[in-house]
């Protein structure tokens, strides 16, 4: 029984890893093809970090519980079940001892998991904050030495970091009272049937061997019952985790394409009717207030303003970055929003005010803009932009 329990063990052990990883490459494919169709409003509703969480250490703890926990969720109750008809078969009388035993057991596991649960969200949630520290202070590490504020970071850092700790602390200790409950339920369930079975073999109502047999199957049948609380607390946390998944995934890109939408811009003629933008629904001000603005196809128009007072708000609704609260913007006389994001997007070049590089090469990142571009256009591009000679005396050049 042994030699051939361990083939469809070691096939489980196969199965379940492969179900997990490919599970896990499926929820994070598809949270990040949701992130990528978010407006920038969408992306508003989280911070970067705890994107990257939600796509990397809610999707492991996921991972986890499906590759440790099909098998015991599905063995541990047939154990469970052909166990307890056993020892009934046996004793009957003996066996009665479970049912004062197992509402406790399951009013310990009850408490524990929720008491648990909420921690562990908690817990993710300070990882959030921990991982945003460490971005910002990466990000802005010119800064930061530039105005010698290591120091400052550093407590900042600690406070967060010690936060984490001690959530996780406060988790884990809550959970941990699982295995002593089960342990001390598992050992008095032992003793009492080890003291009643021997009154029962004194007084030639049981035979030792059937105690023995009993034992065995006792054991079998509390065993199962840890493995299901350890499963228990698996999903607890796996379910906190889901949550912070499902609120990415449920998350509706509030850009869409119209049923029949426009792809292509024939001129360019660009006019604001009336237009009002708020960053949130619930603000009191409007960013931008009665913008009427007609820009001919061909024309050079400059906007000037002080810091905030929303210059790059107006450019961003041109190509549908966010969508006005009210109003209309037209290009050549059809709303913004009967053409396609993407044709639109597509024939407005944007020059932000921050350059960004991608990993790879500086060729890789050149090709980012036209993948089909040449290289004679990418040289061409290069020198018009003033950056051929720096990479002429990069080592390995493009």
Not at 147 to 155: A, D, L, P
Not at 201 to 220: A, K, P, R
Not at 247 to 254: A, G, K
């Amino acid at each position: 029984c042994a030699i051939i329990a361990l083939v469809p063990g070691l096939a489980y052990a196969r199965f379940a890893a492969t179900a997990a990883q490919g599970f896990g490459a499926g929820l994070r494919r598809d949270e990040f093809i949701r992130v990528q169709n978010f407006s920038f409003k969408n992306t508003d509703h989280f911070s970067t970090s705890s994107l990257i969480t939600r796509l990397t250490s809610d999707v492991t703890i996921i991972q986890n519980a499906i590759s440790n926990g099909i098998r015991p969720i599905v063995r541990s109750p047939i154990m469970l079940l052909m166990a307890l008809f056993f020892t009934f078969s046996i004793n009957a009388t003996l066996a009665m001892i479970f049912i004062i035993v197992t509402p406790i057991l399951g009013i310990g596991l009850f408490i524990i998991v929720r008491k648990v649960g909420p921690l562990y969200r908690l817990m993710q949630s300070s990882i959030d904050k921990l991982n945003t520290v460490v971005q910002e202070n990466l990000n802005a590490i010119r800064v930061v030495k530039s105005y010698v504020r290591e120091g400052y970071e550093e407590e900042k850092f600690a406070k967060i970091n010690a936060d984490l700790k001690g959530n996780s602390e406060q988790a884990f200790k809550t959970s941990v009272w699982n295995a002593p409950l089960f342990q001390y339920c598992m050992y008095t369930t032992i003793v009492c049937i080890i003291f009643f079975g021997g009154q029962m073999i004194f007084n030639g109502q049981m035979q030792v061997g059937e105690l023995t047999g009993f034992l065995s199957y006792v054991l079998q049948i509390l065993n199962s019952l840890m493995l299901i609380s350890n499963v228990f607390l698996m999903v607890t946390r796996s379910i906190a985790s889901c949550q912070r998944i499902f609120e990415v995934l449920d998350e509706v890109p509030d850009i869409k394409d119209p049923e029949t939408p426009i792809t292509e811009v024939k001129k360019g003629d660009i006019e604001f009717k009336d237009v009002y933008f708020k960053y949130k629904n619930e603000a009191k001000e409007y960013a931008l207030s009665n913008i009427n603005l007609s820009i001919p196809a061909g024309s050079t128009i400059g906007i000037l303003g002080g810091t905030g007072s929303a210059k790059t708000s107006l450019v961003q609704l041109i190509p549908r970055l966010y969508d006005v609260t009210e109003g209309q913007i037209l290009i050549d006389g059809h709303d913004v929003r009967e053409y396609s994001v993407e044709h639109l997007r597509d024939c407005i070049a944007m020059v932000l005010q921050k350059n960004t590089l991608f990993s790879g090469t500086v060729k890789e990142n050149l090709l980012w803009g036209n993948e089909h571009a040449s290289d004679q256009e990418i040289a061409w591009a290069s020198k018009i932009a003033c950056v051929d000679e720096f990479i002429d005396n990069l080592a390995n050049g493009y």
